[in-house]
C-alpha cells in the first residue's frame, strides 16, 4: 500500500512512518524542508506543505491513503492543523488523523473540569476541532491520543467507539503504539466516518 505520512518528521510521525516501513508498505513523508528529513533510505521524501495546499495535493495524488500525524509547534499558527486537515478532506483520499482526546470531536468525554482546562491551555483548540469536523465529514478516521508519552509500547493498545466513552482523567499514549494504531487503522479501516479512541493497558 502507498501511505503518505503527514507530519513526519514530528517525533509520533517518525514512529508512523517507521511503523509504515516495517510493514512493508510504501512510505511517502510529507515535509517542509526535505534536507531535514532524517532518512538516509527506504523512504520517499516530498517536499510538501499546507499552507501551500497543491504541493500536499499533488504529493498524495497516488496515495491509497494520507496518515496524519500533523502538529502544531510553539509560536506556529494553530491553523496549520485546520487548514491541513481541510487540504486533505479534498483530496478524496482516505485519511487517518491524530486527534486529541478531550478535544475537537471528542471536546466533554474527559468531563467538565478538564475540558474547561483544555479549552484554557490549548492554543489550538478551535482548530482541532475544525480538523476533525473536516477529516470526519469526508469520511477519514480520527484517532483520539491521550497523553503523549515516549515510553515503550507493550502491544496493548486498541481503539475504542467514542459512543459512550467518558472517563475523568486523561489516559497516557505512547507515542509507538499511537503511530501502530493509526497505521494499523490505514491497513484494515474500521473507524470509517468515526473516532477511535486510543487506550492501552
Do not use: C
Not at 25 to 54: C, K, M, N, Y
Not at 85 to 102: F, I
Amino acid at each position: 500500500m502507498k501511505i503518505a505520512v503527514l507530519g513526519a518528521t514530528g517525533q509520533t510521525g517518525r514512529l508512523v512512518v517507521d511503523q509504515a516501513v516495517e510493514r512493508g508498505h510504501e512510505v511517502f513523508a510529507l515535509v517542509r524542508r526535505p534536507a531535514a528529513a532524517p532518512w538516509s533510505g527506504g523512504v520517499h521524501v516530498v517536499q510538501a506543505d499546507v499552507e501551500v495546499p497543491e504541493t500536499v495535493l499533488a504529493a498524495v495524488a497516488d496515495m491509497d491513503v494520507v496518515i496524519s500525524a500533523l502538529g502544531v509547534v510553539k509560536g506556529q499558527d494553530p491553523r496549520i492543523l485546520s487548514d491541513g486537515a481541510a487540504v486533505v478532506a479534498s483530496s478524496g483520499k482516505r485519511v487517518v488523523w491524530l486527534g486529541a482526546l478531550g478535544a475537537g470531536a471528542t471536546t466533554g468525554k474527559l468531563g467538565g473540569l478538564n475540558d474547561w482546562l483544555l479549552r484554557k491551555v490549548l492554543s489550538d483548540w478551535e482548530a482541532k476541532g475544525l480538523a476533525d469536523d473536516a477529516v470526519l465529514a469526508a469520511g477519514g478516521t480520527v484517532v483520539a491520543s491521550g497523553v503523549l508519552t515516549n515510553r515503550p509500547y507493550r502491544g496493548d493498545g486498541r481503539l475504542v467507539s467514542a459512543s459512550g466513552f467518558r472517563r475523568s482523567l486523561p489516559p497516557l499514549s505512547p507515542r509507538a503504539g499511537i503511530a501502530a494504531l493509526m497505521v494499523a487503522e490505514a491497513e484494515h479501516p474500521v473507524f470509517v466516518g468515526e473516532v477511535g479512541i486510543a487506550l492501552f493497558g
